[in-house]
Nanobody, 120 residues
Framework: QVQVVESGGDLVQPGGSLRLSCAAS????????MGWYRQGPGKQRELVAV???????NYADSVKGRFTISRNYAKNTVYLQMNSLKPEDTAVYYC??????????????WGQGTQVTVSS
């Protein structure tokens, strides 16, 4: 059994900052990749940022230079520092963990989502 839990979503003004956190727990053998996706109103879910087990980050073009993804390997957590937020960043942000559990194969696990609203 694996749990992926996000936190940190909030209402923020344009130009503001937020930090999202995500922790994976349970019968985890190894985590290969962790990342953040988002789904805005009336839109499909899209990649925001991911970070590999080798600590290599990858960002969507729309957030490059504004968002930073980081990972704490010892705590199985991933963070998303979001700066210079824009109204178009408004979305539900989902954490994803690609990992191996005991007695299973490598799979994707998702959190329940955390709402980020950028509005004045």
């Amino acid at each position: 059994q694996v749990q992926v839990v996000e936190s940190g979503g909030d209402l923020v003004q344009p130009g503001g900052s937020l930090r999202l956190s995500c922790a994976a727990s349970g019968s985890i053998v190894s985590i290969y990749r962790m990342g953040w996706y988002r789904q805005g109103p009336g839109k499909q879910r899209e990649l925001v940022a991911v970070i590999t087990s080798s600590c290599v980050p990858n960002y969507a073009d729309s957030v490059k230079g504004r968002f930073t993804i980081s990972r704490n390997y010892a705590k199985n957590t991933v963070y998303l520092q979001m700066n210079s937020l824009k109204p178009e960043d408004t979305a539900v942000y989902y954490c994803n963990a690609n990992l191996l559990t005991t007695g299973s194969s490598r799979e994707d696990y998702w959190g329940q989502g955390t709402q980020v609203t950028v509005s004045s």
